[in-house]
């Protein structure tokens, strides 16, 4: 029912900035709240960050507190994470996800509808 597409992934040096982007079709995202999980290279996917459905709620992962910031422009549907202060341990393959969500909550927890993932690269 939502179709997930991310852009934005690519290479960067250490210390810089970059901004992924999520692209919804298929239902407006005002009714979902969104996550961006991301996944190392023999690691576990893990949790970054959440947005609630209406942008008024978001959590973070203590990992990139303070470094990244997950935002949305609904009338665009569209979902964006800006990375800064980019570390080589954030070097992932970074993925943008989607719930449904009847309240404006922020959830680490289970999301249904998962976009294909795109490589961030940080060097040192």
């Known amino acids: 029912q939502v179709q997930l597409i991310e852009s934005g992934g690519g290479l960067v040096q250490a210390g810089g900035s970059l901004r992924l982007s999520c692209a919804a079709s298929g239902r407006t995202l005002s009714s979902y709240a969104m996550g961006w999980f991301r996944q190392a290279p023999g690691k576990e996917r893990d949790f970054v960050t959440s947005i609630s459905r209406l942008g008024g709620r978001k959590i973070y992962s203590d990992s990139v507190k303070g470094r990244f910031t997950i935002s949305r422009d609904n009338a665009k549907n569209t979902v964006y994470l800006q990375m800064n202060s980019l570390k080589p341990d954030d070097t992932a393959v970074y993925y943008c996800?989607?719930?449904?969500?009847?309240?404006?909550?922020?959830?680490?927890?289970?999301?249904?509808?998962w976009g294909q993932g795109t490589q961030v690269t940080v060097s040192s």
């Open positions: 996800a989607a719930v449904f969500s009847s309240l404006d909550i922020a959830t680490s927890g289970e999301y249904t509808y």
